[in-house]
Every structure is written in structure tokens, then in C-alpha cells.
């Protein structure tokens, strides 16, 4: 492994980031949605609207069976608090977790399908760079930028949750256990996860559109989760997370091996240049 | 091998191709292909489009794998030494294959650093001499063609690589471009030795800088040689336009056909040995203002090469 090689080609594709447009569009405008309006919006109105009021008997109950199956020790005093609670505590991290898998979805399909459309896929396979390099390179490259923006979103996320909820609660609630699971574990390896499955197909597929159509069903997942959670089906505390994040690091072992056998430059010179 | 002996081109080939064969998805795109190139010397891989100059030099790169046949460029075998190949190697691609929105400069850096370039002045010094220095701070996405061209030529450069492969390295240009680029490439290989295989269609921009010629058709190597050498085998007869004040009567002139054309004559002769007798003879009663082999081109003898094929 060359780490000239290397440093140069990442820093080349973190460059490549910054100066398109339309990547970096979405690099700010995702986490603004997930963790500035979304949160804003529910505390906000929680803390604007008599949500007592406008909720029956039938809500309370169900808000008091979804608590009942959380572990929580914390106490309620109105019915805002557990609306604003289950929801910052389960129904937002699974949404929160759109955010690694965008960014990083349109990074990896930009990174390789990008090079290839641009025309210098060709120079990289013409040079010495060796496909493990190549392919490493741009899974640093796209893991970087939405491991960062993945924390951002975090910490923008905690401001406005302990800004806003801080009146409701009268206590920091931000972040719970189930949000450091997603934060050090689930969303590390949700982006690589992202990021690799990304590399894989864009470096079989010819088009940016393919690679990102192709991709998008790694959010399927995501909104099964948010359905199971809003159904009552389950709800993700974090133990789950920490088990999904392992499940997901399997998972990932398998797909680096998977791209690592069938990177052979030949191959990839006729998919992506022929 | 189909092309012409070439002293000496066995012992000391950069360049060593045997029965190389290459199909994509059973249609073959290389035939058996053979071709030597001897170290220092740049040799012209000329043939319509859709010959497979381009898949071979992707091959000879180890970027394609060829079906069958043996390959050693500078003693290595591109599938399994691929990246000493490519390291010692520079490559010129129709697309040029440079970041739109890095640069000159930036690309020139970013390539310095895959290919191990430390002489800080190596980038300065190409930009100087391909008379892009006043523009290295753009964007190569506002460049012209021809000033990605030479960008991608300083690229191939950079590193000053043992070989060269350029693949038509003059599209894009203009006149004084195209002059510029192939006088640099030229004066390069004079001075450092580089092998330099280009591929091009436009023959007349060949003549003057490569040293033999390989012709491409119908996915093989068909003849390869240098000007005399095909000229020998190629050129039967010779066919000379003289400027003169002669008018034609008859359509022999001393024996030779003839024919006349605009402020002159053309005439067919067996050899170059009788232009000086035909002239001398003419030179006797009437002007003669300008002689010239006309047959004896790179072009006509290209023409020649792919008749003997059809």
C-alpha cells in the first residue's frame, strides 16, 4: 500500500467535494432537514401548542404503552414531555440515520461512477496505482465527509434538543444512551456500510444515475425501522442499535472481501472504460 | 513476424508482442498480432479507426488482458508486472483523462504524487515548455483542446518515462500545435532516448518524426518497417513530377510514360536511378524548375500496404 499514493488520492476526491456544487448542496442541506428542522419543529410545537388538549384518552394510552415498553427511568409530568421523549429518543434516530446514508450514498456514487463519467477513471487505471489503493482511497474519501457531516448533525441536533426541550423538561435530555449507540457504533458503520455497497455496484454499473438508483435501496431498511417504531411493532433502544451496528460490521467485513477479490483491473478497465 | 527485419530490432526491443489476440464478448478486436520496437526510437502505429490501435496499447499497458500471445515491455509481462509498466510509462489518451475542475496545476501536482515525482521543478519546467504557465492557475474545464493536449502531455511527462504511447496525441490542435507538440516530442527523444509509440490516422504529421512504421488492418499488424525499408519493397516504380517548360506530344519521354500536368509533366520511371538521366536529357533543350518523387510518401505507401491486404 502506497500512502503517498494514497493521501493524494483522497485529498483529491475531498477536494473534488467541495468544489461540486450539487454534492455539497446536499452535504448541507440534509443535515439542516434532519437535525435542525425536524427537531425544531416537534419541541418547538410541544412547547407552542396544548398538545394535552388536542390528544384523546386513546393517544395517552398509546403513549403509555410505548413507554412502557422502553426502559426509561424517566418521569412525566405532562403529556408533551413523552410525545417530545419517544420521539427524540426513537422515532428520531432512526430518522437521524437518513443523514450518514444520503451524504454518503451521493459521495461513493459521485467518487467512482463521477471519475468514470469525467473521463479519468482512465488515467487512474492507466497509473500505478494499485485497485486496493484505488478502492480504499475512495472509501476514506466518502467516508470522511459523511462521518463529519454524520457529527454535525449530531451536535447541531443536541443544540436544538437541549435549546428547545430545556423549557419542557427543565433538564438536559440530550443525548440518551440509544443516540450514543447511534452515534459511536450505529452511524460509523451504517456509513461504511453505505460507502462500500456504494463502490461495489458503481464499479459495475456505467452511469451515476444507475449507481444512485441502485443504491437507494439502502434506505429500505431505514424506513422499515421508522415504520416498525411507529406502529408499536418494536422500538430500537440501545441495545438494539449496538446489535444492528455489529450485525452491519459483519456485514461490511463481507463486502470488503467481496470488492477486494473482484477488483481486477481488467475487469474494471472493460465495465467502466470499454 | 509480418513486418519487415529490422537490423538489430531482436536484441534490443522495449517493445517484444507475439500472436497477440484479443476479442470483446467474441468479437475479435486484435488478430494475432506481432510487433517490435527497438529501444530510443519512435515508431508510428498508423491504421484507419476501429483497428485496435487503441485496445492495444491498452494491453501493452496491462489495462486489458489479451486473450493469447506473449507480451514483454521492458522485460515485463504486463498482467503480472502491470504497475512497473505503468510507472516507467507515460500515457497520452484521446480523452486526454484530466480533473475539469482542478487546475492545471493541481492536476500536475495530484499526477506528480501517483507517479513518485520529487523534482519540485519537473512541473514548472513543462508548463514553461508547453507554454502553459500563464494559465497553470485555471481551471482545466476552460481550457481549449489544445491546451489539455499539452496539460496531458506534460502529465505523460512528469515522470520522464522510459516509454511514451500517445494515442493520437495531435487531435484537437492546430497548426501551430500540432507543429509545436511533435518538433518538443522530437527534440525529447533525441535528447533522452524515450521510446515513443504514437498512434495516429494522420499520416503526412508521422513522416518527418518517427522513425519506422507499424500499419494496422483488419485488427493486426499487416507491415512494419522504416520509410526506406517500405519504400524498397513498396515503391516499384517511381513516379516524379517535374516543373518544366516542356509541352507534351506524346505520352513517353525517353522511352518512360508520361503525362502532363499544370507547369509540368509526371513521369513513370523503374527506379530513382534514371531521374538523373531523364533530367539530364531534358535539361538539354528546355527548364526544369522543380523535381519530385511523388509516390514515395508515407501516405501512398500506406495505400499501397492496405491494397496488398484487400
Redesign the interface.
Known amino acids: 500500500m502506497n500512502k503517498?499514493?494514497l493521501?493524494?488520492?483522497i485529498k483529491?476526491d475531498l477536494?473534488?467535494i467541495y468544489?461540486?456544487n450539487t454534492l455539497l448542496t446536499t452535504i448541507i442541506v440534509i443535515p439542516i432537514v434532519f437535525s435542525v428542522l425536524f427537531p425544531t419543529l416537534l419541541v418547538g410545537s410541544s412547547l407552542l401548542f396544548d398538545i394535552e388538549k388536542a390528544v384523546g384518552n386513546d393517544v395517552e394510552k398509546m403513549l403509555s404503552m410505548f413507554l412502557s415498553q422502553t426502559n426509561n427511568e424517566q418521569t412525566f409530568t405532562n403529556i408533551e414531555q413523552q410525545i417530545v421523549y419517544l420521539f427524540i429518543n426513537y422515532l428520531l434516530p432512526s430518522l437521524f440515520l437518513l443523514v450518514p446514508i444520503i451524504t454518503a450514498s451521493v459521495v461513493a456514487a459521485n467518487s467512482f461512477v463521477g471519475e468514470k463519467e469525467?473521463?479519468?477513471l482512465?488515467?487512474?487505471?492507466?497509473?500505478?496505482?494499485?485497485i486496493k489503493t484505488l478502492f480504499l482511497s475512495k472509501t476514506i474519501a466518502s467516508f470522511i465527509p459523511s462521518f463529519l457531516v454524520s457529527v454535525t448533525s449530531f451536535i447541531l441536533c443536541g443544540i436544538i434538543i437541549n435549546g428547545l426541550g430545556y423549557q419542557l423538561f427543565g433538564e438536559i435530555i440530550f443525548p440518551s444512551s440509544n443516540w450514543v449507540a447511534l452515534i459511536i457504533c450505529l452511524s460509523p458503520m451504517v456509513i461504511l456500510f453505505t460507502v462500500l455497497l456504494n463502490l461495489y455496484i458503481s464499479s459495475r454499473v456505467k452511469t451515476y444515475q444507475e449507481a444512485q438508483n441502485m443504491s437507494g435501496i439502502i434506505v429500505l431498511p431505514v424506513i422499515a425501522l421508522i415504520v416498525g417504531q411507529v406502529s408499536g411493532l418494536f422500538l430500537v433502544g440501545a441495545q438494539l442499535t449496538l446489535i444492528i451496528a455489529a450485525v452491519i460490521l459483519v456485514v461490511n467485513v463481507v463486502l470488503l472481501l467481496r470488492i477486494t477479490k473482484l477488483s481486477d483491473?481488467?475487469i474494471l478497465?472493460?465495465k467502466q472504460?470499454? | 513476424m509480418r513486418g519487415l527485419s529490422q537490423g538489430g530490432v531482436g536484441v534490443n526491443s522495449i517493445i517484444d508482442v507475439r500472436g497477440v489476440s484479443k476479442a470483446f464478448q467474441g468479437q475479435l478486436v486484435l488478430t494475432d498480432v506481432d510487433f517490435k520496437v527497438e529501444a530510443g526510437k519512435i515508431v508510428g502505429l498508423l491504421g484507419p479507426n476501429g483497428a485496435g490501435k487503441t485496445t492495444f496499447i491498452r494491453i501493452l499497458n496491462g489495462v486489458l488482458k489479451a486473450d493469447s500471445g506473449s507480451i514483454r515491455i521492458m522485460g515485463h509481462n504486463p498482467i503480472t508486472d502491470g504497475d512497473e509498466i505503468r510507472a516507467s510509462s507515460g500515457i497520452v489518451t484521446e480523452s486526454a483523462g484530466l480533473y475539469h475542475q482542478m487546475s492545471g496545476r493541481e492536476n500536475l501536482d495530484f499526477f506528480a504524487d501517483l507517479y513518485g515525482v520529487t523534482d519540485q521543478n519537473q512541473i514548472a519546467r513543462l508548463l514553461e515548455l508547453f507554454e502553459l504557465s500563464g494559465h497553470e492557475n485555471k481551471p482545466v474545464g476552460t481550457y481549449s483542446t489544445g491546451m489539455k493536449k499539452r496539460l496531458a502531455l506534460c502529465k505523460a511527462l512528469l515522470h520522464n518515462p522510459k516509454i511514451l504511447f500517445l494515442d493520437e496525441p495531435t487531435n484537437g490542435l492546430d497548426p501551430d500545435g500540432i507543429n509545436m507538440v511533435l518538433s518538443y516530442l522530437k527534440k525529447y527523444n533525441q535528447e533522452t532516448k524515450t521510446t515513443v509509440l504514437i498512434c495516429s490516422h494522420v499520416l503526412h504529421q508521422l513522416e518527418s518524426i518517427c522513425d519506422s512504421f507499424a500499419f494496422m488492418e483488419n485488427h493486426t499488424i499487416i507491415e512494419q518497417g522504416t520509410l526506406s525499408q517500405l519504400e524498397q519493397k513498396y515503391v516499384t516504380e517511381v513516379i516524379v513530377r517535374i516543373g518544366t517548360d516542356l509541352v507534351l506530344k506524346e505520352t513517353k519521354i525517353l522511352g518512360y510514360d508520361c503525362k502532363p500536368i499544370v507547369d509540368g509533366i509526371l513521369v513513370t520511371l523503374p527506379s530513382k536511378t534514371e531521374i538523373s538521366t531523364l533530367l539530364k536529357k531534358l535539361l538539354q533543350q528546355h527548364q526544369v524548375h522543380s523535381v519530385e518523387i511523388v509516390n514515395n510518401n508515407l501516405e501512398s505507401i500506406y495505400f499501397k500496404v492496405r491494397e496488398r491486404v484487400r
Open positions: 503517498r499514493i493521501k493524494a488520492m483529491k477536494r473534488d468544489r461540486t469525467r473521463r479519468t482512465e488515467s487512474l487505471l492507466f497509473s500505478p496505482v494499485s483491473r481488467h478497465f472493460e472504460i470499454h
